[in-house]
Every structure is written in C-alpha cells, then in structure tokens.
C-alpha cells in the first residue's frame, strides 16, 4: 500500500517562495498520477495541480497558473510543488493525492500548512 507523506509548508511574506514535497512510500508509485489540492480555513477543498504518472502531462487551476510548478522525481519517490509569488489567499493546509476514481482519490497525505502574511 502506497502512503504519502507532505512536507515544506511554513510561514513565508507575500511575493515568497515555498517548494512542497510529497513523498511516498510502495514501489507502484510511478504508476500514479498525483493532484495537489489546498483547503482554506473556512472553504471547501480545492484543486491546485496536478501531473500524469510519467510527468508528461500537468494541470493547474486558473489562479495558480504562472506561479506554481508541479514536477516529480519518480526515482525518488517524490511530487513536488514549486510555489512562487505567494499570495496570502494561498494560505491554507496543502494535501497530495493519488488514485482517483469515480469514488474519489484512494490516497492522501496528511497535509502541510502554508500560510502567506502580507
């Protein structure tokens, strides 16, 4: 069974940087597509990005394209999150995902908080 595990998170001033990592555990994780979502204090759960098994195909939501980046490490086990020009509405705690079905994702991490101060 594949597990995932976040790190990266903080406290970081507008117009910061963060990089998020989630890292899992299970040598089918290759085989995975993996989506990064964010919840907001008070909001529901959103999608931010997300990136095909072989990194060959990425997606990101309107409000966050041209400032994050998703990519991955497959040999290390690893999506990664490039956060730039952070904004404090990007405050939240940040999940990754994987295994989405109709029934929704079969795997998630435990969350990272980030939180931008203006």
């Known amino acids: 069974q594949v597990q995932l595990v976040e790190s990266g998170g903080g406290l970081v001033q507008a117009g910061g940087s963060l990089r998020l990592s989630c890292a899992a555990s299970?040598?089918?994780?290759?085989?995975?597509?993996v989506d990064w979502l964010r919840q907001a204090p008070g909001k529901e759960r959103e999608f931010v990005a997300a990136?095909?098994?072989?990194?060959?195909?990425?997606s990101y939501a309107d409000s966050v394209k041209g400032r994050f980046s998703i990519s991955r490490d497959n040999a290390k086990n690893t999506v990664y999150l490039q956060m730039n020009s952070l904004k404090p509405e990007d405050t939240a705690v940040y999940y990754c995902?994987?295994?989405?079905?109709?029934?929704?994702?079969?795997?998630w991490g435990q969350g990272t908080q980030v939180t931008v101060s203006s």
């Open positions: 299970g040598r089918t994780f290759s085989t995975y597509a």
């Open positions: 990136i095909s098994a072989s990194a060959g195909t990425t």
């Open positions: 995902a994987a295994g989405y079905s109709a029934k929704g994702y079969n795997l």
